[in-house]
């Protein structure tokens, strides 16, 4: 059996934990086109379920009591992730601090492994929250996918029922997960053969 064989597994970052949020609509048309795929196995990773603390300990010292108990309910669940989907809006031409919060409390866990971008908001359609991150991933050694999914205006993008009427989305989608496919792959192959230095 070829390396290639085994579906990949997906972590998807939901990154928004504001109340109302239009996070869920986006996240459902999300893995709606994953589970159309045999390549690849969604993880849905959503902040608003599993909090992080946002009190780190310093430098050599023990984390806050109850910071490893809900760190259990994520951090294992990235690190098995072979690629990773970041859903985010945009708070103030950048990404939410939830979301920063998560990426901060993980290091090893984004090594060598794609990430792809799924991005909503206003006129920018959260653009400007995916350039941002395209930054703080590459420090921490992950590769980002150049094509991405933006939903401009995203309120009018979704019937009430949640399903999206605007087929360049789901034409962009397949455009983002053939190449988050590709770079799965290629990087959990090439780690099989010889391990990441980072």
């Known amino acids: 059996m070829p390396a290639t064989a085994e579906p990949l597994r997906v972590a998807v970052l939901v990154g928004s934990t504001r109340e109302g949020r239009f996070a869920p609509v986006v996240t459902k048309w999300l893995t709606g086109h994953l589970d159309q ?12 379920e599993t909090p992080l603390p946002t009190v780190f300990p ?9 910071t490893e108990e ?7 669940r990235l690190a098995e992730a072979d690629a990773f989907v970041l859903v985010t809006p945009e708070y103030n031409h950048s990404f939410p601090a939830s979301l920063k919060n998560a990426i901060d409390w993980h290091g090893e ?22 350039e941002q991150l395209r930054v703080v991933m590459a420090e921490l050694n992950a590769t980002t996918i150049r094509n991405t999914v933006s939903f401009h205006n995203a309120w009018s993008r979704f019937d009430p029922d949640g399903t999206c009427t605007d087929p360049a989305a789901d034409t962009a989608a397949k455009a983002l997960l053939d190449q988050l496919a590709w770079w799965g792959h ?11 230095v980072a």
Request: aromatic residues 8%; glycine residues 14%; positive net charge.
């Open 37 to 48: 795929r045999d390549d690849l196995r969604a993880d849905v990773v959503d902040l608003a």
């Open 58 to 66: 310093a430098f050599g010292q023990q984390p806050p009591p109850g």
């Open 70 to 76: 809900r760190l259990a309910l994520v951090s294992p």
């Open 109 to 130: 866990e984004w090594h060598g492994k794609p990430v792809a971008f799924v991005s909503y908001g206003g006129l920018s359609g959260g653009l400007r929250a995916v």
């Open 186 to 196: 290629a990087l959990r192959d090439a780690k099989s053969v010889r391990g990441y």
